[in-house]
């Protein structure tokens, strides 16, 4: 192995941690949901209040329920129905997407216990 | 018209078939997660870069890529598009890594390279065409380090080929 070989491998070791430091952050409590859908792209709503969200995807409306402080797809116009079968998203970091409806939930916060969650 | 075919070609043709071979003996691995798999026809187009050059290495990774997905199934299909973009990015940067002054890379540093560009490339592209959500970013991380990780093993096994094709004293010959 040449010089150009080991400075390359040691430069990537020493970049990877600054990566997962800056795409894997700590966690904490749910402060509000984020809503991404095709036309609107990101949007935040509070965890206050219960109700039910409707937003537009692709196929149809999506209705996204909130309950305290949790959340899920309560109906969807999707074949496979696997977004509304996910259940209800606890925990910050907890998310649920609808691809064939494009629609996805999350949970966030500032402090995240985790980054993504998924079953 | 018959078409003249030059020795070099039929070099190309072979080791571009020895690519696609391995391509597609892997495309049957199983995976732990979408997006990680060793890149082993890697081990060909980094030969071939050392051996023939770049010019070579790239007809090969390119006709690698069509030619495999249409035997898998893929052409024109998001798999492919992923995979030329991985292709493209890593013969790009190697050419920039062939311009290297002084010592330049071995076997090891272009597989590294390769696998981190092919990598970074194709991520780009999922990220921005595919699934533009933001939870994909925390794959990312895992992403590269397997990069890393294939890229070492396949630049040894490359260096383990090329000290075997030297040893032999023999050309990288088709005939």
Redo the contacts between chains.
């Keep these: ?5 080991w400075l ?2 040691i430069i ?2 020493a970049i ?1 941690p600054m ?2 430091e800056r ?2 952050r700590t966690s904490g409590e749910a402060e509000y949901l984020v809503i ?1 859908t095709p036309e609107s792209g990101r949007q935040q709503h509070d965890l206050h209040e219960d109700r039910l969200i409707k937003v537009a995807g692709v196929l149809g409306e999506s209705v996204v329920e909130v309950r305290n402080g949790h959340t899920r797809f309560s109906k969807a116009p999707c074949p496979g129905k696997y977004c509304m079968h996910s259940g209800w998203l606890t925990e910050s970091g907890h ?1 649920t ?1 609808c691809l064939p409806n494009r629609v ?1 939930i ?1 949970l966030a916060g500032d402090m995240q216990r985790f ?2 969650i998924n079953f | 018209m018959i078409i003249q075919t030059t020795d070099n070609d039929h070099r190309i043709a072979w080791l571009a078939a020895l690519a696609i071979a391995i391509h597609i003996m892997e495309s049957s691995l199983p995976s732990p997660v979408p997006g990680i798999k060793p890149g082993l026809s890697n081990v060909i187009t980094i030969i071939v870069l050392i051996r023939l050059g770049w010019n070579a290495a790239a007809w090969i990774s390119i006709m690698r890529v069509l030619c495999g997905s249409i035997i898998l199934g893929t052409f024109l299909s998001p798999t492919f598009i992923m995979s030329l973009t991985g292709a493209v990015c890593s013969m790009i940067v190697l050419y920039a890594g062939t311009r ?1 002054p ?5 076997p ?2 272009y597989s ?2 390769a696998a ?1 560009a092919h990598m970074a490339g194709q991520f780009t592209v999922a990220y921005y065409l595919f699934i533009p ?1 933001p ?1 994909l ?2 794959l ?2 895992v992403l ?2 397997a990069a ?1 990780i294939f890229g ?1 093993t396949s ?1 040894i096994i490359t ?1 383990a080929v090329i000290n075997g094709l030297n040893g032999d004293g023999n050309e990288c010959s088709t005939q």
């Design positions: 192995m040449t010089r150009p070989d390359l491998i990537t070791l990877l990566i997962y795409l894997w991404y998310i997407a996805s999350q980054d993504a | 290297l002084g010592t330049g890379f071995g090891v540093g590294v390279l981190l959500h939870a970013l925390h990312f991380p590269i380090t890393l070492v630049g260096l």
